[in-house]
């Protein structure tokens, strides 16, 4: 772990020998959705394959770049594109980029995936706020020794999407005209999607949309005290008989990006002051 903070202040200088800008906020953008990643007003682009240690995804609708800029008036950095488990890369590597948004000065992560509706009042083409999540990747991103000046050996997740957060979303969310649903979101391992017994599994234990991302690095974030804001873009919806698939998945984020894209640039023009996680 203490070689993870080695890694860690090496992107760093990376990145600061890039430019001198200081984000407060940082974004993960999911499958199909890193469009909002240009409509910042950048001041530096970053190719992932440059950063040291940083991954690079090989699924398609990931981009791998990191930009950073203002977006809405707000000092950002934002992952166009994010690795997953299920690619092979071990945890440390999964949640890298929030350790390195977290070094980087960043106290709020934007964090959005698509996800397949488990709820059955759910559309394809709707956006769930993230309550909280039950996670069954198999693992936690912190297994393994801890080191003391990334976070406490036994986070506490209680508090792992911000409240306050949340409630901001909602706030903007109806002001601007937008359906909100919000919800439990389940992350599993993939890459496979579920079974029909699995989706009744995931139900009965109170889940409302299902994916293969976001838990692990929301996890990492709790463990960095950093605010978190988490968005699900429902893409497919479960009917008796027919299965998902990544396209259905693509096409239906490509229909709700621009909901998306206005949800998230409202959401940072209305944050005020956001305290870091201790003091909220
Ligand atoms: N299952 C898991 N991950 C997903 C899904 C799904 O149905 N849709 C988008 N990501």
């Known amino acids: 772990m203490e070689n993870l903070r ?14 001198g800008f200081s984000p407060q906020f940082g974004m993960i953008l999911g499958s199909g959705l ?41 000092p950002v950095v934002v992952q166009k594109g ?3 488990f299920y690619e092979g890369y071990p945890m440390e590597k999964v949640t890298f ?5 977290k070094a980087l000065g960043v106290h709020t992560l934007v964090v959005t995936n698509a996800a397949g509706g488990i709820n059955p009042q759910f559309r394809a083409g709707e956006l769930m706020l993230i309550a909280d999540h039950i996670n069954l990747t198999g693992t936690s991103p912190l297994v393994g020794p801890n080191d003391p000046e990334l976070g406490p050996r036994f986070p506490d997740l209680s508090r792992a999407y911000t ?24 992350g599993l391992h993939g890459p496979n999607y579920e079974t029909p017994a699995e989706l009744r599994f995931m139900r009965q234990i109170g889940g409302d949309a299902v994916g293969m991302s976001t838990v692990p690095e929301v996890i990492v974030a709790a463990h960095s005290s ?14 008796p ?23 998230i640039r409202s959401v940072l023009k209305e944050i005020k002051e956001v305290a870091r996680n201790e003091a909220l």
Do not use: W
């Open 241 to 263: 008989g027919k299965g998902a698939d990544h396209e259905e998945v693509l096409q239906a984020a490509e229909m709700v990006k621009p909901v998306f894209k206005s949800l």
């Open 6 to 19: 080695k890694r860690v202040n090496e992107s760093l200088a990376f990145i600061k020998s890039r430019t």
């Open 226 to 239: 950093l605010n978190v804001l988490g968005i699900s873009c429902i893409t497919n919806v479960f009917i």
């Open 163 to 186: 409240p306050e957060l949340r409630e901001l979303a909602k706030e903007v969310a109806s002001k601007i005209g937008i359906q909100l649903r919000e919800g439990i979101f389940v």
């Open 34 to 74: 890193g469009e909002l990643a240009d409509e910042v007003e950048a001041v530096a682009k970053i190719p992932y394959a440059e950063i040291p240690h940083f991954p690079v995804s090989t699924v398609a609708g990931h981009e791998g770049i990191l930009i950073l800029g203002t977006l809405e008036g707000r």
């Open 82 to 84: 994010r690795t997953h």
């Open 97 to 101: 980029s929030v350790r390195l948004m």
